[in-house]
């Protein structure tokens, strides 16, 4: 135990000593590797592994800090302020709360579900309960003055629910302009791509919005009808299914097309051996557990992108997970293009 222990700490001294390398590929393209975090308290990790600002801070862990008690504007306002400090100029997006799911809130929920997963829960709740959506706001839009934010809303899957958050949103600012608050109205405004239907239809979103962020976990769960967490089916969870690849090229495509930014932020950005891949599809931004980007900024700087079109090419072709992995680990394995 002792001799796997000394074996761990030489392999996180290696590691961290990439911390103050650029996170670029052998052919020198550049790639954003940020964290994810629940609490101010990781931006620590953060900084330690060498993230490049924050790709998602979970806000309903302050909900849940403070539960039964809903927090009030001004410590929604601390807190964010907190956080945007901490690593600007750097960019910091924060996800509004996605409630609901398996994150029962008592306080908000009002009702009991059936199936809370594709209940209630995330832009649907917040929409449905303006008090508590507009207290996270208030905080939001006063807390990006002079800092970097941007807003992430969660379980998007229609146009409609983008326009219910803009005309909602317009109300705010209007309403801190009439108080004299002062506050940022130009925070860029994001979707997460999570729900099967808003990945399908991202050409139309990308015109609404200003970033993707791609949520993996749920997007897999929600596209192959697999809960990861069932003992059952969970060998059915498969990242590199032919489905998920193919939706994940359209929904990279979209954005790309449309001129905005597209990350992932799911735990797919974690992975080393999927780096090639995702990176292949046109990814420049990927959002992780602060302590996964060493190993993932090694393996960037392991490969050459322009090895990866025929990878990619040949990986949309198959027709299973398993065809997908052994291509994906032969290319790992030689570094030589796909034939």
Same mark, same amino acid.
């Given at each position: 135990?002792?001799?796997?222990?000394?074996?761990?700490?030489?392999?996180?001294?290696?590691?961290?000593?990439? #911390?103050? @390398?650029?996170?670029?590929? $052998?052919?020198?393209?550049?790639?954003?590797?940020?964290?994810?975090?629940?609490?101010?308290?990781?931006?620590?990790?953060?900084?330690?592994?060498?993230?490049?600002?924050?790709?998602?801070? $979970?806000?309903?862990?302050?909900?849940?800090?403070?539960?039964?008690?809903?927090?009030? !504007?001004?410590?929604? *306002?601390?807190? *964010?302020?907190?956080?945007?400090?901490?690593?600007?100029?750097?960019?910091? %997006?924060?996800?509004?709360?996605?409630?609901?799911?398996?994150?029962?809130?008592? #306080?908000?929920?009002?009702?009991?579900?059936?199936?809370?997963? /594709?209940?209630?829960?995330?832009?649907?709740?917040?929409?449905? $309960?303006?008090?508590?959506?507009?207290?996270? /706001? $208030?905080?939001?839009?006063?807390?990006?003055?002079?800092?970097?934010?941007?807003?992430?809303?969660?379980? +998007?899957?229609?146009?409609?629910?983008? !326009?219910?958050?803009?005309?909602?949103?317009?109300?705010? @600012?209007? #309403? @801190?302009?009439?108080?004299?608050? !002062?506050?940022?109205?130009?925070?860029?405004?994001?979707?997460? +791509?999570?729900?099967?239907?808003?990945? =399908?239809?991202?050409?139309?979103?990308?015109?609404?919005?200003?970033?993707?962020?791609?949520?993996?976990?749920?997007?897999?769960?929600?596209?192959?009808?697999v809960d990861r967490n069932n003992e059952h089916v969970?060998? /059915? *969870?498969?990242?590199?299914?032919?489905?998920?690849?193919?939706?994940?090229?359209?929904?990279?495509?979209?954005?790309?097309?449309?001129?905005?930014?597209?990350? =992932?932020?799911?735990?797919?950005?974690?992975?080393?051996?999927?780096?090639?891949?995702?990176?292949?599809?046109?990814?420049?931004?990927?959002?992780?557990?602060?302590?996964?980007?060493?190993?993932?900024?090694?393996? +960037?700087?392991?490969?050459?992108?322009?090895? =990866?079109?025929?990878?990619?090419?040949?990986?949309?072709?198959?027709?299973?997970?398993?065809?997908? #992995?052994?291509?994906?680990?032969?290319?790992?394995?030689?570094?030589?293009? %796909?034939?």
């Open positions: 135990f002792q001799d796997r222990q000394r074996e761990y700490s030489d392999h996180e001294k290696e590691l961290l000593s990439t #911390e103050s @390398l650029p996170c670029v590929t $052998r052919d020198g393209v550049e790639v954003h590797l940020m964290a994810n975090i629940d609490l101010p308290e990781e931006i620590a990790d953060a900084h330690r592994f060498g993230a490049k600002g924050v790709g998602l801070y $979970r806000s309903e862990f302050l909900y849940i800090e403070r539960s039964p008690h809903l927090p009030s !504007e001004e410590e929604h *306002y601390e807190l *964010y302020r907190e956080i945007l400090d901490s690593v600007h100029p750097e960019p910091v %997006v924060i996800r509004t709360f996605d409630l609901g799911g398996r994150k029962l809130a008592r #306080e908000v929920m009002e009702t009991e579900e059936d199936n809370p997963v /594709l209940g209630l829960r995330g832009i649907r709740l917040t929409l449905a $309960r303006p008090q508590i959506f507009r207290t996270q /706001l $208030r905080a939001l839009y006063r807390a990006a003055v002079d800092r970097n934010l941007w807003i992430l809303l969660p379980m +998007i899957s229609s146009l409609d629910e983008i !326009e219910q958050y803009k005309r909602f949103a317009g109300l705010i @600012l209007q #309403e @801190l302009e009439r108080e004299g608050l !002062e506050h940022n109205p130009d925070c860029r405004l994001g979707i997460m +791509i999570e729900v099967p239907a808003a990945a =399908m239809v991202a050409d139309v979103l990308a015109k609404e919005v200003d970033f993707f962020s791609i949520g993996t976990n749920d997007l897999i769960q929600y596209s192959l009808a969970a060998y /059915l *969870y498969r990242p590199l299914h032919p489905a998920i690849l193919r939706m994940l090229r359209f929904v990279i495509d979209s954005a790309t097309k449309a001129g905005i930014d597209v990350s =992932m932020c799911g735990e797919m950005a974690g992975d080393r051996h999927y780096a090639p891949l995702l990176l292949g599809m046109g990814l420049r931004r990927l959002s992780l557990s602060p302590r996964s980007i060493p190993e993932v900024k090694t393996q +960037i700087r392991q490969i050459s992108l322009s090895d =990866m079109p025929s990878v990619i090419d040949k990986c949309v072709t198959f027709s299973t997970a398993d065809e997908v #992995e052994k291509c994906l680990e032969r290319f790992l394995t030689t570094q030589e293009p %796909v034939l």
